[in-house]
Antibody, heavy 127, light 107 residues
Framework: QVQLQESGPGLVKPSQTLSLTCTVSGGSISSGDYYWSWIRQPPGKGLEWIGYIYNSGSTYYNPSLKSRLTISVDTSKNQFSLKLTSATAADTAVYYC???????????????????WGQGTTVTVSS | SYELTQPPSVSVSPGQTASITCSGDKLGDKYACWYQQKPGQSPVLVIYQDIKRPSGIPERFSGSNSGNTATLTISGTQAMDEADYYCQAWDSSSWGVFGGGTKLTVL
């Protein structure tokens, strides 16, 4: 079964770039109708969807983060990554990488939810 | 932007039925999903496409979605069901919208 593992610095200075990588094991990032996503959760708060990348390389970002965000994929390493520029304390959170399923069958979209989550990695933005 | 509203907390006695609501404009026209998150753990998908349960999710978890409200129902609630629950709405124009979460207390 597919497993996801986040990696990256746990501490980022304000105004610097927050960078994380998610390694996919147990399956190919290039196969199937899957969207590879990032979701975060500030301390004591709810879930915030950040964005996804599809195996074709197409992306969709949360409009509130779009100007600072880049999600990319490296199919040769079975990894996808997140870069968030100009980090502030408001970006302090547990960051999850995740898999979402969506398929279009006979012109109808079917969404299967976020069915696989990484264990999460805590990122603190502080000087 | 699209918004979903959940009650901050719901309490239920063991063995009783818990209902957690999620409200949004014309939510019934979108897919609703539900996630369970226990302290220190990653969320787990418990309902997708309004009513479907992923493999391994107990039958006591069920969902509905109509009008402006989606509901997660837990029948015969057990102590292990105590957790935070998040709803999510999806259609091709509103990807990635989560509700604020509901803390379910079993007492």
């Amino acid at each position: 079964q597919v497993q996801l593992q986040e990696s990256g610095p746990g501490l980022v200075k304000p105004s610097q770039t927050l960078s994380l990588t998610c390694t996919v094991s147990g399956g190919s990032i290039s196969s199937g109708d899957y969207y590879w996503s990032w979701i975060r959760q500030p301390p004591g708060k709810g879930l915030e969807w950040i964005g996804y990348i599809y195996n074709s390389g197409s992306t969709y970002y949360n409009p509130s983060l779009k100007s600072r965000l880049t999600i990319s994929v490296d199919t040769s390493k079975n990894q996808f990554s997140l870069k968030l520029t100009s980090a502030t304390a408001a970006d302090t959170a547990v960051y999850y990488c995740a898999r979402e399923g969506m398929a279009t069958i006979r012109l109808i979209n079917y969404y299967y939810g976020v069915d696989v989550w990484g264990q999460g990695t805590t990122v603190t933005v502080s000087s | 932007s699209y918004e979903l509203t959940q009650p901050p907390s719901v309490s239920v006695s063991p063995g009783q039925t818990a209902s957690i609501t999620c409200s949004g404009d014309k939510l019934g026209d979108k897919y609703a999903c539900w996630y369970q998150q226990k302290p220190g753990q990653s969320p787990v998908l418990v309902i997708y496409q309004d009513i479907k349960r992923p493999s391994g999710i107990p039958e006591r978890f069920s969902g509905s979605n109509s009008g402006n409200t989606a509901t997660l129902t837990i029948s015969g609630t057990q102590a292990m069901d105590e957790a935070d629950y998040y709803c999510q709405a999806w259609d091709s124009s509103s990807w990635g919208v989560f509700g604020g979460g509901t803390k379910l207390t079993v007492l």
